[in-house]
């Protein structure tokens, strides 16, 4: 991975012609490197959607020899049938080579006891530990995604377009259904906000704009948020900064609060340069957990503990703290965000950096 910082160089000497063929050149020769990519995914749809998507994520990939899947499975208890029991089913054949190959494993749930999406996405990432290597990659999505052709080929030259080797490629996919409208624009998380006027409020990402110009960009852009619903980076992203399970009754915030131990411990965020996945948005698909609970009230408090504005233990600070690369406050600086702001109930634009280019900032080695 360290060959990746040649096309730092080239993209800081040459012209905008020149910067794609070098890129171009550096990304064919890197292209037959033997890197794996780990799909972690969660379904809490319904299993001939979940099975389908995992075939597609082989079946349209450019390598799918690379590709392995850790599935987190969460179901009622009154349905039997799990995401990869229906796979098995609908693609025999693919199934049974896959879990000869031990390329696919499965985890499941009573969806009953579920405890919200960061304890999910917990659940998924935890596999990842005994079944990495170093030159590695995860793609973590909902099992709700739409694949097109080549998608990995497509991440992995976004990744290596960065000149970054703790670049994060993350934007929360367009709606399939907008798929043939919007194909020549791109998207920027740029804006948020105080999400209540409550003791416990958090900042919400909202969702993504349309890029200026992204229709003519030809390389991933810096920004300073990044989408829950899609994840790829190097596995020691995910490995450095796993999903905080004690905040799994939280239904929104949880996205800031991973950005912020992200981004102080050296990592970065980018949006693609075109559309690779797509999904399948529904509005009963998530678990509604009362933010009125108590368990609710203390994975809002944890939150707002990285910010300075509770006090109390902090369970496992050693896995679930901030980062020590940057520091809180160039990271408030570099997002254009103060967790600390008091809400705004006139707009949901509270805090903007749509319209800025984003400078890199060096964190301490």
């Known amino acids: 991975m360290s060959m990746i910082l040649r096309i730092v160089v080239l993209l800081t000497l040459y012209a905008s012609r020149a910067q794609e063929d070098a890129a171009e050149t550096i990304i064919n020769g890197h292209m037959e490197h033997d890197w794996k990519i780990f799909i972690v995914m969660n379904n809490i749809v319904d299993a001939t959607i979940c099975a389908n998507t995992i075939y597609d994520a082989f079946k349209l990939a450019s390598t799918p020899s690379r590709i392995y899947l850790n599935m987190h499975d969460e179901v ?21 080579s896959l879990l000869r ?15 919200g999406h960061a304890a999910r996405r917990h659940a998924a990432e935890a596999r990842l530990s005994t079944s990495s290597q170093r030159d590695s990659f995860v793609l973590s ?31 929360a996919p367009k709606a399939v259904e907008v798929r043939e409208i919007l194909h020549s624009s791109s998207l920027l ?40 619903k899609f994840f790829f980076g190097p596995i020691s992203a995910i490995l450095k900064v796993p999903s ?15 950005a912020s131990r992200f981004w102080t411990s050296g990592f970065d965020f980018y949006a693609l340069t075109k559309d690779v996945l797509f999904a399948r948005y529904n509005m009963d698909e ?17 939150i707002r503990q990285l910010y300075g504005e509770w006090y109390g233990a902090f369970s496992e600070a050693s896995r679930y703290w901030l980062g020590q690369k940057r520091s809180v406050r160039l990271w408030y600086q570099f997002a254009r965000i103060n967790p600390n702001a008091t809400y705004n109930e006139s707009t949901k634009n509270q805090f903007m950096c749509c319209d800025e280019d984003l400078k890199y900032v060096h964190y301490k080695l």
């Open 141 to 171: 999505v909902d099992s709700d995604i739409v694949f097109t052709k080549n998608w990995d080929g497509i991440l992995l030259e976004n990744w290596l377009l960065t000149g970054n080797d703790m670049a994060i490629l993350s934007v």
């Open 244 to 258: 905080d399970p004690y905040i799994g009754y939280a239904t929104t915030g949880f996205e800031f609060a991973r």
């Open 101 to 115: 190959l031990k390329r696919i494993s499965a985890t499941f749930r009573d969806r009953s006891g579920a405890l």
């Open 76 to 96: 009622h208890r009154q349905k039997t049938n799990r995401c990869i029991q229906r796979f098995c089913r609908m693609y025999r054949t693919e199934c049974h």
């Open 286 to 302: 998530s678990i509604v957990l009362s933010s009125s609970s108590s368990f609710a009230e203390s994975s809002y408090r944890r």
């Open 189 to 228: 998380h740029c804006s948020a906000h105080i999400v209540t006027p409550y003791l416990l409020a958090v900042v919400e990402y909202n969702t993504p704009t349309i890029k200026r110009n992204g229709n003519l960009l030809k390389f991933p852009v810096l920004q300073s948020q990044y989408s829950e």
